[in-house]
């Protein structure tokens, strides 16, 4: 599997994650009290889950871009005078 495969996957889930928090929003909303506040902790759950799995999927499609142009080396001039 390439990170370009892994990164969908991700998406996938992504979508997955949003179809939860939008079917069980509506419910959360009609309960009261300590059911409520179990709703919306779940619900903040979901949310952080789907905020992770959308940054993990960002950074795995972009895993490659602007590696080539990165320097991964500096020059020895930097570390040794010329006249040592």
Same mark, same amino acid.
Not at 55 to 82: C, D, M, P, V, W
């Given at each position: /599997?390439?990170?370009? @495969? +892994? #990164?969908? @996957? !991700?998406? %996938? @889930? @992504?979508? %997955? +994650?949003?179809?939860?928090?939008? #079917? !069980?929003?509506? !419910?959360?909303?009609?309960? #009261?009290?300590?059911?409520k506040h179990e709703a919306y902790r779940?619900? #903040?759950?979901? !949310?952080? /889950?789907?905020?992770?799995?959308?940054t993990t999927a960002a950074a795995l499609s972009k895993y490659y871009e602007n590696k080539a142009t990165r320097r991964i080396y500096h020059k020895n001039g930097q570390y040794f005078s010329a006249n040592s």
């Amino acid at each position: /599997m390439t990170l370009q @495969e +892994l #990164s969908r @996957e !991700y998406l %996938k @889930e @992504e979508a %997955k +994650l949003t179809r939860q928090i939008d #079917s !069980y929003l509506p !419910y959360a909303k009609t309960l #009261s009290g300590e059911q409520k506040h179990e709703a919306y902790r779940r619900l #903040s759950c979901l !949310y952080e /889950m789907r905020r992770d799995v959308r940054t993990t999927a960002a950074a795995l499609s972009k895993y490659y871009e602007n590696k080539a142009t990165r320097r991964i080396y500096h020059k020895n001039g930097q570390y040794f005078s010329a006249n040592s």
